[in-house]
């Protein structure tokens, strides 16, 4: 996917209407170019979307607000570049990265010089735990995700065996270690767990050792071409678990039904947000996200930005423009939004308590249906496997 404009590493790119006059700024940084370009692109969709919604309405306080966006190329040295810019154009916040790998050193740095960082996507446990003073969180750790799905799977019930492969970064290791614990304490035997180094595209030798231990169930956690070969490769080996699960990233995307096809079909799939959820104005945010990415399908990461962009304006609104006073205000952020409800908590770094349950989707007929759990479900589980 491409991002919705075309940018130099490290532009400036702003989404008012209004000119500098009477503006507020605030900072964000992800990946525009790069790995991570697809989900930084969704990222691109939330913020704009929510700084239109919010200068529809007025903006903050009368003001308009400004984003002031910066591309970290899906590169740790370069986010931390783009965070010291953001620093020094005196923003009292800063909203990013995409990616693990980037968050958790950027959340060092943010904290280093005291200014707020909101977390919109990366899912490492370790960026919240311990955390820090000036990192907040609004979309769920990776612990999340593998809880509710062996939840998910529990409530099918059948499954006794598994088999987990993650990438070898800092969001594959988290799911690894969730995984290998709570796996366990569900009554689950883990036959295999593994982990991949980035680059590798022949994941078969793997998938054949998983087919010849038979597991009930297959756990990836991958990002974008990986998830996608995954899916493919699973099919050519004959692996055939009773359930295949990904865990959110490379699988959450619209891109992974597009890539993989029909191998793609009854993968259980953890999210945090779909299409079909029941939140009040979670359907028009679908329409105005997707009309930001040009008619693509949104991801949950849209919805995340966008999220994270409305609490950055609510600490704001409460907290003027002083970096302390922001941070001091999403201490006290009690919101409700088309994403779900943002409120932090301070467990283990400051986490929003809407992120302590995820949704479980499974992909039938080419698209993402809310499965689980019954209180979001829209429909039912497929067990076409064994």
Do not use: C
């Amino acid at each position: 996917m491409r991002p919705i404009q075309t940018l130099t590493a490290l532009a400036l790119l702003s989404f008012t209407l209004a000119s500098a006059q009477g503006t507020i700024k605030i900072g964000a940084v992800t990946s525009l170019s790069g790995r991570f370009a697809t989900f930084g692109a969704m990222q691109q969709a939330g913020f704009k979307v929510a700084v239109d919604e919010i200068n529809a309405k007025g903006g903050i306080n009368g003001q308009k607000l400004e984003l002031l966006l910066e591309d970290d190329a899906s590169d740790t040295n370069k986010a931390l570049n783009a965070a010291e810019k953001l620093v020094n154009e005196r923003v009292p916040l800063v909203i990013g990265a995409y990616s693990s790998g980037v968050t958790k050193p950027l959340s060092q740095y943010m904290a280093r010089v005291k200014v707020p960082l909101l977390v919109a996507t990366a899912i490492d446990e370790t960026i919240t735990k311990p955390g820090n003073a000036y990192t907040f969180r609004v979309n769920n750790q990776s612990s999340v995700y593998t809880r509710s799905l062996i939840t998910e799977l529990k409530r099918i019930g059948g499954m006794k065996t598994a088999v987990v492969l993650t990438s070898n970064d800092a969001f594959g290791k988290s799911v690894l270690t969730d995984a290998t614990k709570l796996l366990p304490a569900a009554g689950f035997t883990v036959l295999s767990k593994d982990t991949y180094d980035k680059g590798l595209t022949d994941f078969r030798p793997l998938l054949n050792r998983y087919k010849g231990q038979n597991p009930d169930v297959v756990i990836f956690a991958s990002y974008e071409e990986d998830a996608v070969a995954l899916a493919k490769q699973v099919r050519e080996t004959g692996l055939s678990p009773r359930m295949i699960a990904g865990i959110a990233t490379g699988f959450a995307l619209p891109d992974f039904l597009k890539g993989a096809g029909s191998t793609a079909e009854n993968f259980l799939v953890t999210m945090v947000w779909n299409a079909d959820v029941k939140y009040p104005g979670a359907a028009s945010l679908y329409t105005r996200l997707k009309t930001a990415l040009g008619g693509e399908e949104p991801s949950q990461h849209a919805a995340q930005s966008y999220a994270a962009v409305l609490a950055a304006a609510d600490a704001i609104k409460r907290g003027g423009s002083d970096p302390e006073k922001v941070r001091a205000a999403l201490e006290s952020t009690k919101l409700n939004t088309a994403f779900g409800p943002v409120t932090f908590r301070d467990y283990a770094g400051y986490q929003n308590q809407n992120s302590v349950v995820g949704l479980i989707t499974q992909v039938q007929g080419g698209k993402f249906v809310t499965v689980g759990p019954a209180s979001a479900a829209t429909g039912k589980v497929v067990l076409p496997r064994k």
